[in-house]
């Protein structure tokens, strides 16, 4: 029997690394290999929302909870842009 569970992912994944690509342009410190590490770090101070397909995730949220899941992942974003800047800076 094979099992797939390829199509089992986090949902902030996506949005988290597309963020980070958006943002990424203010901190000239963040080497491009940094970036996975601050992907790391910002999907660590989200919860976990495993889906298979986004959409599985959209169709049952309000706006309210999409602009809240929007608002979480700018600011986990940002705060481990600015944590891994600092840390570049003082090394």
Same mark, same amino acid.
């Given at each position: 029997m094979s099992v797939d569970f390829s199509s089992v992912q986090n949902h902030y994944e996506r949005a988290v690394f597309e963020q980070i690509l958006e943002s990424r342009w203010a901190y000239p410190l963040i080497t491009d290999a940094a970036l996975a590490d601050v992907a790391c770090l910002a999907l660590n101070k989200l919860p976990v929302r495993y889906v298979r397909y986004a959409v599985d995730l959209c169709f049952y949220m309000t706006? *309210? *909870?999409? &602009?809240?899941?929007?608002? &979480? =992942?700018?600011? #986990? =974003?940002? *705060? #481990?842009?600015?944590?891994m800047s600092q840390r570049l800076a003082k090394a």
């Open positions: 706006n *309210d *909870d999409r &602009a809240e899941m929007n608002r &979480a =992942v700018h600011q #986990s =974003v940002q *705060d #481990s842009l600015q944590f």
